[in-house]
């Protein structure tokens, strides 16, 4: 069991704020990438980060704590918005790289996450959170995009009506217990839902 006492920091300088809690963010996403978060220790995020337990302890009081941090993180930096000329086409890269995703080691990460943190509501529904969230940012990026370029109406900028397609995807996998997601089904969520969806947005204004 890790131990927050504090440990003499070594390195020829002290790093403070920001850029300390960004080496340790980034020491987590690659040990919880390499262990998954059974392996996720606060000893080798320290010796990897350059720093000590104290140090982390007073930013995530848990390493549960840190791996919902880490695992945040791992999903923005992994999860980035395509730009294919079309919503279309961008819509379809999104959920082809997430659906590739959930069947690769990062579902792996997330069930370890899940199953560890679940004595603890916050932390849970801090997952919870951003397993649902499936990257709004990056799902608003791209209809944002759209709008600029004149395919929908700037009224389909909206979080829950962005995010749609990644939700019926994540239906799928809970609905059919399945693994992966043929790619004629998101095909059809793309062309049958998705689209239809964001085009319908204000399209009776004025």
Do not use: F
């Not at 390195?11 to 996720?40: F, K, N």
């Not at 080691?105 to 199953?115: F, K, P, T, V």
Request: with cysteine.
């Amino acid at each position: 069991m890790d131990d927050p006492t504090p440990e003499p920091s070594s390195g020829p300088s002290r790093r403070r704020g920001a850029v300390l809690e960004e080496a340790i963010l980034r020491a987590a996403v690659e040990e919880l990438t390499e262990s998954g978060y059974a392996g996720l220790s606060m000893d080798r995020v320290a010796r990897r980060a350059g720093t000590n337990k104290n140090a982390i302890y007073r930013r995530w009081p848990s390493r549960a704590a840190l791996g919902v941090a880490a695992y945040r993180r791992l999903a923005e930096v992994e999860l980035r918005p395509p730009d294919t000329g079309e919503l279309r086409g961008d819509v379809l890269a999104l959920l082809r790289q997430i659906n590739c995703d959930l069947s690769s080691s990062r579902s792996d990460i997330l069930r370890g996450l899940l199953a560890g943190v679940g004595d603890d509501p916050e932390l849970l529904t801090q997952l919870r959170e951003q397993i649902n969230q499936g990257g709004a940012g990056v799902w608003l990026t791209v209809l944002g995009r759209a709008v600029a370029r004149g395919e929908v109406r700037p009224e389909a900028l909206h979080p829950r009506v962005a995010t749609v397609a990644v939700t019926l995807l994540r239906n799928e996998y809970v609905t059919q217990g399945i693994t992966s997601v043929t790619d004629g089904v998101l095909v059809e969520i793309v062309d049958e839902v998705y689209l239809p969806l964001v085009r319908a947005r204000g399209s009776t204004a004025g």
